[in-house]
């Protein structure tokens, strides 16, 4: 009897070290995004679920029911910040309060490198992913908050960060390349909102918005008459629509454009505030910013240079 009581006791015991050595970090991220850094940053020590999929705007994102269970079974949740989010205030203080790691991802970095937001002085501009050299930072941050929340296993996550930081930099080279080819009066970048601040600073793009930093705000009539101006004087020949914002605005300054005399082309869309399709290149944060960097530059007369590691296949995570 006593032999048997010590097998079975070893058996248990067995199951429960398989099972603590499979246990993930249960991640939710509230953009496609922080949830592809986490993804990559995690390996197989976390599951990750991501809020806002393709072609959500997360300035407008009221968080449904399963979202709020989502987030309070998590163990980490992964935000944005900077008012992104500005509607999941109140779930994260509940979060926060059931002990569960909350961390607002891209505050860490510094207030003066952060624009901003044109309409509300105090506010930023939350779009810092828009540049690659500072997302890698937020790379850097994710995998601190991992290695708070799981000890064992910080050291492969800061590994892991210094990986994916590195493929950040041949990117935002990439980028860097791609933009310089366009002739310099036609490195302005028109979209319909204005999400690409960041962009345009690191890459050299003067950026042109119908609309403000958050979707929420409205254009005018005056808005899209002076990026007609613009346009037609400077003989622009391409705008941009966006995965997660209508295009209504963008081909009304088109139109204006047609009839002062002045052909205007869609260049192509844009991923501003969403990834693209789960299991595409675009469906991850590396394939969405190499994406708008290669559509950018070749509609507005530039060139795309093949660089190792960067035109790579890459799939999201379905």
């Not at 809020?51 to 980490?76: C, I, K, N, Q």
């Not at 041949?170 to 933009?179: A, E, K, V, Y």
């Not at 559509?295 to 060139?303: E, F, N, R, V």
Request: hydrophobic share 40%.
């Amino acid at each position: 009897m006593p032999l048997r009581c010590s097998t079975c006791l070893a058996v248990i015991a067995a199951i429960l070290i398989t099972s603590l050595a499979g246990a993930s970090v249960k991640i939710v991220a509230t953009t496609g995004m922080i949830g592809d850094v986490a993804r990559n940053i995690g390996g197989s020590n976390v599951t990750v679920k991501t809020l806002m999929g393709e072609g959500v705007d997360p300035h407008l994102y009221t968080p449904r029911a399963s979202d709020v269970r989502s987030v309070l079974g998590a163990d980490v949740i992964l935000y944005n910040g900077l008012m992104l989010e500005g509607r999941m205030g109140e779930v994260f203080k509940k979060a926060s309060e059931r002990g569960i790691i909350v961390t607002p991802v891209a505050e860490v970095v510094e207030q003066s490198y952060l624009m901003p937001d044109p309409e509300d002085a105090d506010h930023p501009d939350p779009h810092v992913w828009m540049d690659v050299k500072v997302w890698g930072r937020v790379a850097g941050e994710i995998a601190r908050v991992l290695g708070e929340a799981d000890p064992d296993n910080a050291a492969a996550y800061t590994r892991r960060a210094g990986e994916y930081q590195a493929k950040l930099k041949t990117l935002d080279g990439f980028i860097r390349d791609s933009i310089k080819s366009v002739p310099e009066n036609q490195r302005v970048l028109v979209t319909a909102h204005d999400a690409f601040g960041y962009f345009g600073r690191a890459y050299g793009v003067e950026v042109m918005a119908i609309q403000g930093i958050s979707t929420e705000s409205e254009a005018g009539l005056a808005d899209v008459n002076s990026l007609v101006d613009v346009l037609v004087e400077r003989k622009i020949p391409a705008v941009f629509v966006e995965s997660s914002v209508p295009d209504k605005y963008v081909r009304a300054v088109i139109e204006g454009a047609a009839a002062k005399g002045h052909e205007v082309k869609i260049g192509g869309e844009l991923f501003s505030d969403a990834m693209g399709r789960p299991g595409t290149h675009e469906g991850t944060y590396r394939g969405m910013m190499q994406h708008n960097g290669e559509t950018i530059a070749k509609a507005l007369g530039g060139s795309v240079p093949m660089v190792v590691g960067v035109n790579v296949t890459e799939s999201s995570a379905p």
